[in-house]
């Protein structure tokens, strides 16, 4: 054809293919922009996965610079995620008061643990003199 503008026809007159990047990438940013919102929303616990205690005071944490402390319903204690002894529980706790500015200890307790153990474990966090003590809870639903 004399008059076409070229570039859409290969030599036997059929069309070449195209592929447009451009909404491609759009396609990507919306991806990632929409992990990046998600993964910022999520408030993760550091600790082990524990059937927490329901109340309708609860207010939302900032985990960020806390150790967590998990108390199963069998008695077994977790410092973040990893399963610890008694013995390593205080050695850890004097080590970070140490090596921590502000130290924060969060609680993140069964609701089945007996208060026994919750209770040692508040006690031995004091007398290592740490006095930001949280408790961890789940909002109770409305009756």
Same mark, same amino acid.
Not at 78 to 98: N, P, S, V
């Given at each position: 054809?004399?008059?076409?503008?070229?570039?859409?026809?290969?030599?036997?007159?059929?069309?070449?293919?195209? !592929?447009?990047?451009?909404?491609l990438i759009d396609v990507i940013f919306f991806l990632l922009a929409t992990f990046v919102l998600f993964t910022?929303?999520?408030?993760?616990?550091?600790?082990?996965?524990?059937?927490?205690?329901?109340?309708?005071?609860?207010?939302?944490?900032?985990?960020?610079?806390?150790?967590?402390?998990?108390?199963?319903?069998?008695?077994?204690?977790?410092?973040?995620?990893?399963?610890?002894?008694?013995?390593?529980?205080? !050695?850890?706790?004097?080590?970070?008061?140490?090596?921590?500015?502000?130290?924060? !200890?969060?609680?993140?307790?069964?609701?089945?643990?007996?208060?026994?153990?919750?209770?040692?474990?508040?006690?031995?966090?004091?007398?290592?003199? !740490?006095?930001?003590?949280?408790?961890?809870?789940?909002?109770?639903?409305?009756?």
């Open positions: 054809m004399a008059g076409s503008s070229g570039g859409g026809r290969g030599p036997g007159g059929t069309k070449k293919a195209r !592929i447009e990047i451009i909404p910022l929303s999520l408030n993760k616990s550091g600790g082990f996965a524990v059937s927490l205690p329901a109340t309708r005071s609860s207010e939302p944490r900032d985990p960020g610079a806390s150790v967590t402390l998990s108390i199963r319903e069998d008695g077994t204690l977790g410092w973040d995620k990893e399963l610890i002894t008694l013995d390593q529980f205080l !050695i850890r706790l004097q080590a970070y008061k140490q090596v921590q500015q502000d130290p924060k !200890i969060l609680i993140n307790g069964d609701e089945n643990a007996l208060f026994q153990q919750v209770r040692y474990v508040v006690d031995e966090v004091r007398k290592a003199g !740490i006095s930001k003590v949280l408790v961890e809870t789940r909002i109770r639903p409305a009756e």
